[in-house]
């Protein structure tokens, strides 16, 4: 059979005697081609993509293994902080005058704020102020003793 009028065949007849003997026009050849190219291209991108896929899984997998390194290296750094400044605290805690005023100890200053260190900078009858934990004293010196002469 031959195409009549704007119908395109994809198939002819290949002889008059035999009507069911029939050929591939050159024109369903071509269509078959660019089908086999159009689903090459399928396949090619299906291919890419895969590969990109796997890629990116990859990728992840690496950025979810440094990020979790990173992480644990931020808490390993922040313990070491922390523990530091405890250590650091402590010994200011123990160097403070007032951990020393809480041991039972008092400051002594004369009647113009100067620290008294020595009993000899002071008379019998001089007015001093003692710090002590909670509170101050006004006091006045009644008498006087050098400890440390023997």
């Known amino acids: 059979m031959k195409p009549q009028g704007t ?11 035999d009507p069911f003997a029939v050929r591939v026009s050159p ?19 299906r291919d890419r993509m895969a590969l990109m896929r796997a890629r990116v899984a990859g990728a992840r997998t690496r950025f979810d293994a440094a990020s979790s390194g990173c992480h644990d290296a931020m808490n390993a750094r922040l313990e070491d902080a922390r523990q530091r400044l ?16 809480q041991r039972g100890y008092a400051i002594v200053q004369d009647k113009d704020g100067r620290l008294l260190r020595d009993g000899r900078a002071v008379a019998v009858g001089d007015a001093v102020r003692l710090r002590l934990a909670r509170g ?15």
Do not use: I, M, W, Y
Request: charged fraction near 25%; hydrophobic fraction near 45%; charge should be positive.
């Open 7 to 17: 119908q395109l065949s994809l198939f002819e007849t290949r002889s008059a005697n």
């Open 27 to 45: 024109r369903a050849r071509r269509l078959t081609a660019r089908v086999h190219v159009g689903a090459l291209a399928t396949s090619a991108r």
């Open 136 to 150: 101050r004293l006004d006091c006045r010196v009644e008498g006087k003793s050098d400890e440390n002469k023997q």
């Open 86 to 101: 405890g250590l650091v605290a402590a010994s200011l805690d123990a160097l403070s005058p007032l951990a020393v005023l």
